[in-house]
């Protein structure tokens, strides 16, 4: 079982950058690949950006170069660094672990909110 809790969350300005952060409880952090989805209202969720245990990472096309996921295993910590946001940005962000490539957890979620 792995437990997710993100944080970081809120509103800022276009332009702007936040920092979020997801705590992971559980054991065998080091090998669970880590992924940032997002949910704006009425929309599906879609993958933004994922980290391997072996600290690969892939982004959607609309984040390259403005975010940067990372991962600190000695915490048990996902981060996902966001610069240059924009107001279609603006979403619900959801931390996910996948296990074994079959098994998903997913944390609470976190507001993110740009204005313009």
């Known amino acids: 079982q792995v437990q997710l809790v993100e944080s970081g969350g809120g509103l800022v300005q276009a332009g702007g950058s936040l920092r979020l952060s997801c705590a992971a409880s559980?054991?065998?952090?080091?090998?669970?690949?880590m992924n940032w989805y997002r949910q704006a209202p009425g929309k599906q969720r879609e993958l933004v950006a994922t980290i391997t245990g072996g600290g690969n990472t892939n982004y959607a096309d609309s984040v390259k170069g403005r975010f940067a996921i990372s991962r600190d295993d000695a915490k048990t910590t996902v981060y996902l660094q966001m610069n240059s946001l924009r107001p279609e940005d603006t979403s619900v962000y959801y931390c996910n672990a996948k296990q074994w490539g079959i098994i998903n957890y997913w944390g609470q979620g976190t507001q993110v909110t740009v204005s313009s």
């Open positions: 559980g054991s065998g952090f080091g090998m669970l690949a």
